[in-house]
Structure formats: structure tokens, C-alpha cells
């Protein structure tokens, strides 16, 4: 059972369009959500990351927005630039140690 | 600063063969894990360590061992390799000022069980 549901599977944006990616979860006990870059052949690279205490967080041109009653969150990026095209997971935990990653986006950012 | 080093980064086993993929960080952090990658799943977490000599399961533990006898490495174990394993292995390193988590992650191993 995916415990993070992570929509679009794959989203194509022309340059500087903004770029939106949601993420739901059901478990109420989790309180950290970080979001996650991955290239091609890469690790994935800790993005951004918000607490539900908090409805917004931005970081450059990148963005997240929290729903705590909806159970929702998503990154927002703004101006997006091909240099952003890559894969992008949200994530969500509980206890600090274990982590539980949505099935990701593939985002293409069209010249 | 090498960050976090994932050693081989290509292997192909045969069913019921062992291995252990390699994972080392320079940067001092407590807390490490281990995911695998597959199409369409996302990343899982096989098992994760707080510190040296402190290791738990993920979500996915069946088929791998780990231990944590220093801060620096963490290695995976596969004691009898099946075609199911075949996957991404990453593993990742991190700490902030208030949560551990997976900040910094290797390049993965990408390994084939045939």
C-alpha cells in the first residue's frame, strides 16, 4: 500500500511555465515532508521540505504548499527552466527515521 | 568532500550468490539508510541506522542484512540473491538541526539478479 500518492506521473511545461506536483498522504502521524530532485543516473537530492505547522514554505523558485485538513501537499515551481527537467519525489515521515516516497514525476521542461 | 560513496556501481549475480554493496559518507552523519528503486514504485526503505551499532528495518527488510560497526559505513548485504532484488540500491546519509533524514544520497548501485 502506497502510503505517499504522488500525481502527475509525468508532466511536460513549457519554459517558464509553472510546474505543479501533488502528493497526498492518509497517515496523520506524519509531520515532515521533503521533496526530492533526481537526474538521470543520480541519487536524489533533497530539495525543499516543510512541516505542517507551516502552510507555505519557498526556497528560490521552488515552492511548497501544505493542506493539513485536506491531508495534501505539492511543489510549485516557478519560471521553470529545462536545467529542471528531471524526475521529482515527495515524501513524508512520522518518527524521523523512516521515510515513505511517493512513485514520482517525471517533469520535461520544453525550451 | 567525496559525501556519500556507493561501491560497485554495476553488478550482475546469479540467483542464490552473496554480495555486499558498499556505502561510506565522510561527513560525520549519524544517521543512514539503505532504498531500492524500482519502475514505477518510488524509492523503499530496506533499512536505516541512528548510529553506530544501532540499525532497524524499512518498509521492505526481507533478504538484506545491515550493520553499523562505524559512523562512516554502512553496508548491504544480500545473503542469497533472488531475481525479485534485482534493482537501484541507494544508499543516504544525513542530519539538520532537528530530523534525520536522507539529505545526501549516493549514486546508487545498480545491480541484476539473474
Known amino acids: 500500500q502506497q502510503q505517499v500518492k504522488q500525481s502527475p506521473q509525468s508532466l511536460i511545461v513549457q519554459k517558464g511555465g509553472i510546474s505543479i506536483i501533488n502528493c497526498a498522504y492518509e497517515?496523520?502521524?506524519?509531520?515532515?515532508f521533503p521533496w526530492y530532485q533526481q537526474f538521470p543516473g543520480k541519487g536524489p537530492a533533497l530539495l525543499i521540505a516543510i512541516r505542517p505547522d507551516v502552510s507555505e514554505k519557498k526556497e528560490g523558485r521552488f515552492t511548497i504548499s501544505f493542506n493539513k485538513s485536506a491531508k495534501q501537499f505539492s511543489l510549485h515551481i516557478m519560471d521553470s527552466q529545462p536545467g529542471d527537467s528531471a524526475t521529482y519525489f515527495c515524501?513524508?515521515?512520522?518518527?524521523?527515521?523512516?521515510?515513505?516516497f511517493g512513485t514520482g514525476t517525471s517533469l520535461t521542461v520544453i525550451p | 568532500n567525496a559525501g556519500v560513496t556507493q561501491t560497485p556501481k554495476f553488478q550482475v549475480l546469479k540467483t542464490g550468490q552473496s554480495m555486499t554493496l558498499q556505502c561510506a559518507q565522510d561527513m560525520n552523519h549519524e544517521y543512514m539508510s539503505w532504498y531500492r528503486q524500482d519502475p514505477g514504485m518510488g524509492l523503499r526503505l530496506i533499512h536505516y541506522?541512528?548510529?553506530?551499532?544501532?540499525?532497524d528495518q524499512g518498509e521492505v527488510p526481507n533478504g538484506y542484512n545491515v550493520s553499523r560497526s562505524t559512523t562512516e559505513d554502512f553496508p548491504l548485504r544480500l545473503l542469497s540473491a533472488a531475481p525479485s532484488q534485482t534493482s537501484v540500491y541507494f544508499c543516504?546519509?544525513?542530519?539538520?538541526?532537528?530530523?534525520?533524514?536522507?539529505?545526501?544520497f549516493g549514486d546508487g548501485t545498480r545491480l541484476s539478479i539473474l
Open positions: 515524501a513524508a515521515s512520522g518518527d524521523g527515521n523512516q521515510f515513505y
Open positions: 497517515n496523520t502521524a506524519f509531520d515532515y
Open positions: 543516504a546519509s544525513g542530519r539538520d538541526s532537528s530530523v534525520n533524514q536522507p539529505q545526501h
Open positions: 541506522s541512528v548510529g553506530a551499532g544501532i540499525t
